[in-house]
């Protein structure tokens, strides 16, 4: 019986192993007992949980080929065999190796871990039971990662080495070949446009001089896709209704070396848009008002994207009044003969939504109710679509977080309701930061600061500067809770210790001052973009006067007294729509300032200080920025203006190319005097740094600065603006914020002083 049932079982298994079910009859008997045999790891009870058949069963051939199914589906065994003595079931099981290692081995494209991550994916990993089937996968994935980066000659040979105690050693062996090149990219069919033009518009490229570090020659099926894309965007929106890409043919080498592509295209005629429509209700949006919010007109030339950003238009404007489910589709009709396209609105506002709760992840420091007083969107109300816009802004505007992302998925069960989720990525947000100016005359000039925006994720705001240089030290500590009361009026208290001593900057003319003051300021919201502040402070001033003292100390002294005490009062007005903070693409910044001394101060002086800063995208990577400051300072009440309060421009923050505080009148050896009025202006275009669009943390632009300083016309260097121009580069690095400008004068006068490299650096904590 114990060699029928042997014989029975072998027959089992090579049926399995053929795919073809034979089966050997035997004549049934019933399981008084089951004992399993050779194995080494796995428990025996994980044996009897896959085993069908349990103790009093009748076993007979059907019975026994459907337990060998069930045991070899589990993929941790090679062998099995059933056999009966004396109506006792042994499974004898022969385990599939585990893998006791992983060797990688010509890789130097990739880190280590990656790839061993990677391969893990695929179920490649030590502990895991080798499978030579999960081995086949990872070696396709291998070269997989070696194809996304352009090396299609890329091979992969594995070694197993069987070790004792039925484990494996697995080495993977990758010899990684060159990078294959795009040698030419084909477009046939286009006549309205040369293939100069189109491929312009192309991510991939054959190779050219930034190649190196953008990859655009490396063949992506990706990238293709993204660039097929974008040639049928450029075509249809203008004005080729029928334009389509008839066939795309990738071509390597048999060296797989040099990669070919050709593009076909049928381009068809451009059509005019002949008339536009209306259907849909009245009564919720009148037909009056959506017809102002659809840019196609009778007699243009078609564009896709004018006629997607009318249907957007009307669907965000519905949404505005609580339309969550809102559509407009427009509905083409075309006259082919003619070569004119007429359209339908079809509107649909659907039902009325509310929100019903507001979820937010991911601010492991910032408390939610930083984040939740930021909301315009309240829980209950109806949906918004301006308003959750606005709340998404203002929480990226926080400036806590390198990512702000918001959802409104629809609640299970319901045709009425949705919710908000709000994902955000937090960032460091405190800082070490130094400040520096490279000359060859003067060298380095630091300056540092430090700064928690989100103390202890509250909101609040501290900063602590400690500078101990030979020009400035200083000692101050400034405290901000921006929601002082539920309103939203902020609250701000100063203190602060400074000594100057400008003769050690070679730029400015020399005096020495001790100054300690300290304020309070409060911030009062008139809108959601826009902002009253007061600030009201005292100070305390002591100038230090010697033998060989300029002139103007002197002066000062006499007028004033070598120690002054003033109580002065400054009230402003802020605006800031930026779409982010994060990566600033449009919006306005502005802000005005007036400040005054008040009885009983020793001094009577005012300023007035106005800010004006815009953001135009001028594409999707192509960001126009322009700024304009002015300022004024004078005495009243037949009172001068002390010189201490006078203006100073040149260096990174107001004019790049020219050294820090070098603007302006001088004196007769040439160390700036700052002047009473002071006029800047920045143009800028921002891009992304070329082959790495999608990334934040990195930017270039290229500008020009104009700026002046003013004072008594009769003084020297008081005439005429200066201009700069050069190029910049902003990155968020690991170590913290980093700004770098090359510029050069573009108009220097004689007594000018350039500093052509001009940096600031932060350090995340």
Known sequence: MKFIAALFVKFIGLSLLLTTTLVMAIEPFVVKDIRVEGIQRTEVGTVFSYLPIKVGDRLDDERATTAIRALFATGMFNDIRLEVDQGVLIVQIRERPTIASIALDGIKDFPQEKILESLKSVGLAEGLIF??????????????????????????????????????????????????????????????????????LMELSVPGFWSWFTKDDQYSKQKLSADLETIRSFYLDAGYLEFVIESTQVSITSDKQEIYITIKVREGDKYTVSDVKLVGPQHILPHEEMR??????PGSVFSRKELTESAK??????????????????????????????????????????????????????????????????????????????????????????????????????????????????????????????????????????????????????????????????????????????????????????????ARTGVISPYRTQTLGTGIRLGVPIGDDESIFYGLSVEQTALSITTVSPARVIQYVDLFGASTTNL????????????????????????????????????????????????????????????????????????????????YAGGPDSMRGYRTNSLGPRDDLGNSLGGDRRVIGNMELLFPMPGLTAEKSVRLSAFIDGGAVYGPSNVLGTTGLRYAAGMALTWISPVGPLKISIANGLNKQNGDKLDKIQFTLGSLF
């Open 131 to 200: 499978d030579k089937a999960t081995l086949d996968k990872a070696e396709q994935e291998l070269k997989r990662q070696y194809v996304a980066r352009g090396k299609y000659g890329a091979a992969v040979k594995t070694t197993i080495t069987e070790l004792e105690r039925n484990r494996v050693g697995v080495t993977l062996n990758v010899t990684e070949g060159e990078t294959s090149k795009i040698s030419q990219i084909n477009i046939i069919g286009n006549k309205a446009y040369s293939e100069a033009e189109l491929h312009a």
């Open 292 to 297: 102002k919010l659809i840019t196609v007109m």
């Open 313 to 502: 238009k009307i669907s965000d404007r519905l949404g505005e009044d609580g339309y969550a489910f809102a559509n407009a589709n427009a509905v083409p009709e075309l006259d082919q003969v003619n070569h004119k396209v007429a359209f339908t609105f079809m509107v649909d506002p659907g039902m009325r939504a509310y929100i019903r709760r507001i979820d937010i992840t991911g601010n492991t420091k910032t408390r939610d109710e930083v984040i939740r007083r930021e909301f315009r969107q309240m829980e209950g109300a109806w949906f918004d679509t301006s308003k959750i816009k606005k709340s998404k802004q203002k929480v990226d505007r926080l400036d806590f977080f390198s990512e702000v992302n918001i959802e409104t998925p629809q609640v299970v069960g319901t045709n009425d309701q949705l919710d908000i989720s709000l994902s955000v990525k937090e960032k460091l947000t405190g800082d070490f930061s130094l400040g520096a100016g490279l000359s060859s005359g003067v060298g380095l000039i630091f300056t540092g600061s430090i700064t928690e925006r989100n103390l202890f994720g509250t909101g609040n705001h501290l900063t602590t500067q400690i500078n101990t240089s030979k020009v400035n030290q200083i000692y101050s500590m400034s405290y901000t809770n921006p929601y002082y009361t539920d309103e939203g009026v902020s609250r701000s208290f100063d203190l602060y210790k400074r000594d100057v001593n400008s």
């Open 568 to 647: 002065t009062g400054t009230i402003g007005w802020g605006y800031d729509n930026r779409d982010s903070a994060i990566y600033t693409t449009e919006g306005t910044v502005q802000r005005a300032t007036v400040s005054a001394t008040l009885p009983p101060s020793n001094q009577k002086f005012y300023k007035l200080n106005y800010q004006h800063q815009w953001f135009y995208p001028l594409s999707k990577i192509f960001t126009l920025r322009l700024n304009g400051e002015i300022a004024k300072a004078s005495g009243y009440d037949g009172e001068v203006l002390p010189f201490t309060q006078n203006y």
